[in-house]
Nanobody
């Protein structure tokens, strides 16, 4: 069973930065497509970054240039560097994994429990 555990969330003022981490266990990390999603209060979950098995990335316009997804295969860990944070980035952030490349689609098989990010103005 694949297990994903996120960390790194917290509270930050607008303009600040946070780096989220997601440790994957239970299978060979490098064989999975990975992504970060977020779900603001009362809204649907949306993809904010995706990375494939050779390191190609995808972002929606809302975070492009501010968020960077990366991975360390040696540590079985996925990262999300978030810079220039805005109050509208406030959400629960989740990492997701699958052997199918869903890109920013919401159909990944494995999900973490989430880590809260709160950005104050």
């Amino acid at each position: 069973q694949v297990r994903l555990v996120e960390s790194g969330g917290g509270s930050v003022q607008a303009g600040g930065s946070l780096r989220l981490s997601c440790v994957v266990s239970g299978d060979i990390y490098s064989t999975y497509y990975m992504a970060w999603f977020r779900q603001p209060p009362g809204k649907e979950r949306e993809g904010v970054a995706a990375i494939d098995t050779i390191g190609l990335t995808q972002y929606p316009d809302s975070v492009k240039g501010r968020f960077t997804i990366s991975q360390d295969n040696a540590k079985d860990t996925l990262y999300l560097q978030m810079n220039s944070l805005k109050p509208e980035d406030t959400a629960m952030y989740y990492c997701a994994a699958d052997r199918v490349n869903w890109l920013l689609g919401n159909r990944y098989k494995y999900w973490g429990q989430g880590t809260q990010v709160t950005v104050s103005s």
